[in-house]
C-alpha cells in the first residue's frame, strides 16, 4: 500500500514527502493524503453529505454512507478509501476498486435485511428517488459486465471551503498512484452527464471520454505502469 513503500511520489502536482508519509503543502499550511481510518469514517460521510449532497447515497442518510465506508476501509485489499487531513481535520476523500464487479458484491453483502428496510422506508419517504436509484443500478449491472478487472474509481470530495487548492488533484494522484502500482493500465470513474464542471477537471487530470449511458459519462485513464 502507499504507505508500505517509502517511493518517492511524482511531483506532478507540487507534491512533496515520499508514500510513506506523502505531505503536501496549501495555502501555507501542511495537508497529508493518507489512508482513511475507522475513526474519520463519520466525518467522510458528513463530508460527502455536505459536497455530493444530491447523490442517492447521500439522500439514504449518514447511517448509508457510513457503511458504505466502513466496508471499504475493511476491505482495503479490494480497494481503499483515502484522506486529504491537517491533524483531525478532514478536508478531502477519494475512494476507490480494484474491481468494480468485485467491489459492488463486497457492498452489497453487507446489506443486511434491516438496511434494506431502512433503504425502502428512505424511498417511500422520497418516492421521486426510486427512479434514480433503478437508473444507478442499470448503470451498475453495466459497469458489472465489463471485463475483469475493472478498476474504477468511486467517490470524490472536497470541502466547499477548500476547493481550488489542488486538494482534489492530490487525491485523484494518490488513487492512480496506487492503481499503477498493481498493474492496471486504465482506471475509469463516470460522473453524471449533465455534470460539466467535473467532466472538464477529470479531462484537465489526463481522463478520456469513454462513452455515455443511462445519463452518466463514463471516462478512462491510461495509466503508466513500468
Not at 56 to 64: C, D, E, I, V, Y
Not at 147 to 167: A, E, H, M, R, W
Not at 202 to 216: C, H, P
Request: aromatic content about 12%; glycine content about 8%.
Amino acid at each position: 500500500r502507499l504507505s508500505q513503500t517509502g517511493e518517492k511520489i511524482s511531483d506532478r502536482y507540487g507534491q512533496v514527502g515520499n508514500r510513506k508519509n506523502p505531505l503536501s503543502i496549501f495555502s501555507g499550511y501542511m495537508m497529508e493524503i493518507a489512508p482513511a481510518k475507522p475513526e474519520n469514517i463519520a466525518k467522510i460521510a458528513a463530508l460527502h453529505r455536505a459536497v455530493l449532497r444530491h447523490t442517492t447515497n447521500s439522500r439514504l442518510g449518514a447511517w448509508f454512507l457510513e457503511k458504505l465506508y466502513k466496508t471499504l476501509i475493511e476491505n482495503n485489499d479490494r480497494g481503499n478509501v483515502y484522506v486529504a487531513q491537517e491533524g483531525e481535520e478532514i478536508f478531502g476523500f477519494i475512494s476507490f476498486g480494484y474491481d468494480y464487479k468485485t467491489t459492488k458484491k463486497i457492498l452489497k453483502k453487507n446489506i443486511s435485511k434491516k438496511d434494506a428496510l431502512r433503504i425502502l422506508s428512505s424511498l417511500l419517504k422520497q418516492p421521486w428517488l426510486i427512479k434514480k436509484l433503478l437508473t444507478e443500478r442499470w448503470f451498475g449491472n453495466f459497469l458489472a459486465k465489463q471485463p475483469s478487472p475493472f478498476p474504477i474509481i468511486l467517490t470524490l470530495g472536497v470541502s466547499p471551503d477548500q476547493q481550488g487548492k489542488g486538494i482534489a488533484k492530490q487525491l485523484m494522484d494518490c488513487a492512480v498512484g496506487e492503481m499503477a502500482k498493481r498493474g492496471y493500465a486504465k482506471i475509469f470513474l463516470d460522473t453524471e452527464k449533465r455534470n460539466i464542471r467535473a467532466q472538464k477537471f477529470y479531462e484537465k487530470f489526463g481522463f478520456q471520454k469513454y462513452g455515455e449511458k443511462y445519463g452518466n459519462a463514463l471516462f478512462v485513464y491510461e495509466n503508466h505502469v513500468e
